[in-house]
Nanobody, 123 residues
Framework: QVQLVESGGGLVQAGGSLRLSCAAS?????MGWFRQAPGKEREFVTA????????SYADSVKDRFSISRNIAKNTIYLQMDDLKPEDTAVYSC???????????????????WGQGTQVTVSS
């Protein structure tokens, strides 16, 4: 029902930056980012409320990553600075449809997902 289009992944050296974008085909409630490295379970990265006012970050990224939202364009962005090799993963955009949980941090609370974009950080 909701299509998510992601862009911005790539290969960078440690200490570098990347900016991810995710555009939704329609308006949604919360939107966020999850990531998954090979052999590891998917983990929450960050999320933002429907009005862009409230945000939530995983402890591992809160000092380096920043999420923002363009409500008119149904688009969120993830600015990633001071990237570390441990940030290497497939990053997936997620959107909450009609859920009632505010700013959820678990994957099961999101209804729509992007295809994922690879972020690789070399040492």
């Amino acid at each position: 029902q909701v299509q998510l289009v992601e862009s911005g992944g790539g290969l960078v050296q440690a200490g570098g930056s990347l900016r991810l974008s995710c555009a939704a085909s329609t308006s949604t409630e919360a939107m966020g980012w999850f990531r998954q490295a090979p052999g590891k379970e998917r983990e929450f990265v960050t999320a933002i409320s429907w009005n862009g006012v409230a945000t939530s970050y995983a402890d591992s990224v809160k000092d380096r990553f920043s999420i923002s939202r363009n409500i008119a364009k149904n688009t969120i962005y993830l600015q990633m600075d001071d990237l570390k090799p441990e940030d290497t993963a497939v990053y997936s955009c997620a959107a909450q449809g009609r859920g009632t949980v505010f700013l959820p941090t678990t994957a099961r609370e999101y209804d729509y997902w992007g295809q994922g974009t690879q972020v690789t950080v070399s040492s």
